[in-house]
């Protein structure tokens, strides 16, 4: 089966090198020296000031969500990963969602304003697929409204918005690290923010809430990364520069014999591109259900990214209804794409999807 991906796994013999000092120092967890290090160096690669690493994308949505004390509703697109409309539940707020501009697939920002109820606390898009946010216009916003602002930015490793790393826009960004992402920790992902105070927060809060060793200030949990995934995060970084070159190939390669029968997400023209999904859109759904049908007899697995629409998802109990993300979710199907990906695999996906249409 050709699957839609598959993780990086890095020079063994990096790896192992790393591996050997964790054996050595006996340090496996805990602010350890490499998940430190890591920090540092993603620090300056992304050029932000604080970088807290932390278990999974998903508790680095939810620790945010704490640490900046929100309530009530908060405005999320209904166009992404469950993660990030589960995490605001869990955290016992309501997701009111906003419907999405159906060619950037992000949150349409000109429709946010219309959903900000008195309840609402702050504003959690998601730079889709790599592809930033109008961020201007949602500053703005949270400006006139007194919002915070958190971005779930697990997309967008390496994406810059004029000259800015996009990561660096909004109160706090929120990245995932899983082995599934362009770049990778195994299971991973961190907070990340200019705010130095609120830094020292999460900090706190991933770690019991532990002020000092038998003091703690607040209820915090236990959302710490550990030396064997930021031994592969450093790996992972030091062949980022590779790992886009391939994706950007790949992907041109996709858009090239896929461009009369499909269309793209429209990118921001103020950012690079950081090739971290393939997404194609059909014109019809009835179109998707064919081409899907035949990728899967033919041993492909599409992913169909992003369905359900989060807004139509029970248990998240949100509120708002969005006929532009519907509409999308069930057009949209995500390619094969990753590091390792043939030409040949490329053919195959490329002359099935032809074939269906
Ligand atoms: C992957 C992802 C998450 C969750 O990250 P995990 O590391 O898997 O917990 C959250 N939001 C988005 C948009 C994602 O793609």
Redesign the pocket.
């Known amino acids: 089966m050709l699957e839609v991906n598959k993780p990086y796994l890095p020079n063994k013999e990096r790896y192992f090198n790393y591996i050997e000092r964790i054996y050595e120092s006996g340090w496996v967890t805990n602010e350890g020296p490499l998940k430190k290090e890591l920090e540092h160096k993603l620090a300056k690669y992304l050029e932000v000031k604080n970088v807290v690493l932390v278990a999974?994308?998903?508790l680095a949505?939810q620790v945010a969500i704490r640490a900046m004390g929100l309530s009530g509703e908060v405005v999320t697109t209904p166009f992404?990963?469950f993660?990030?409309s589960s995490s605001l539940a869990w955290q016992g707020l309501t997701p009111r969602f906003s419907d999405i501009d159906g060619s950037s697939l992000n949150i349409d920002a000109s429709k946010i304003g219309e959903s900000v109820t008195d309840k609402v606390s702050a504003l959690l898009p998601?730079h889709v697929f790599g592809n930033p946010c109008n961020v201007e216009m949602i500053a703005d916003i949270a400006n006139y409204f007194k919002l915070k602002v958190i971005y779930?930015a697990?997309?967008a490793f390496g994406v810059k918005y004029k000259e800015k790393n996009v990561l660096s826009y909004g109160d706090v960004s929120t990245v995932?690290?899983?082995a599934t992402?362009l770049f990778h920790t195994i299971?991973?992902?961190a907070v990340i923010t200019e705010d130095d105070a609120l830094a020292d927060r999460v900090r706190k809060i991933i770690n019991f809430g532990f002020s000092s060793p038998y003091n703690h200030e607040e209820l915090g949990i236990n959302a710490k990364m550990n030396e064997f995934e930021a031994a592969m995060g450093l790996c992972v970084l030091e062949e980022i520069d590779n790992i886009f070159s391939e994706r950007k190939r790949l992907s041109l390669y996709y858009k090239s014999r896929l461009n009369d029968v499909v269309s793209f997400q429209n990118k921001s023209e103020f950012s690079n591109e950081n090739y971290s999904y393939m997404p194609v859109i059909f014109d019809s759904e009835r179109s998707r259900v064919l081409v899907e049908e035949k990728l899967v007899s033919n041993n492909i697995a599409p992913r169909r990214y992003f369905y359900p629409s989060l807004d139509s998802i029970e248990v998240l109990r949100g509120v708002g209804f969005c006929p532009v993300s519907r509409d999308i979710s069930s057009r949209v199907l995500c390619l094969p794409f990753f590091v390792g990906l043939t030409q040949s695999d490329q053919d195959r996906v490329i002359d099935t999807i032809l074939g269906a249409l």
């Open positions: 999974n994308g998903t949505l992404s990963f993660a990030s998601v779930d697990s997309h995932s690290f899983h992402k299971e991973g992902g």
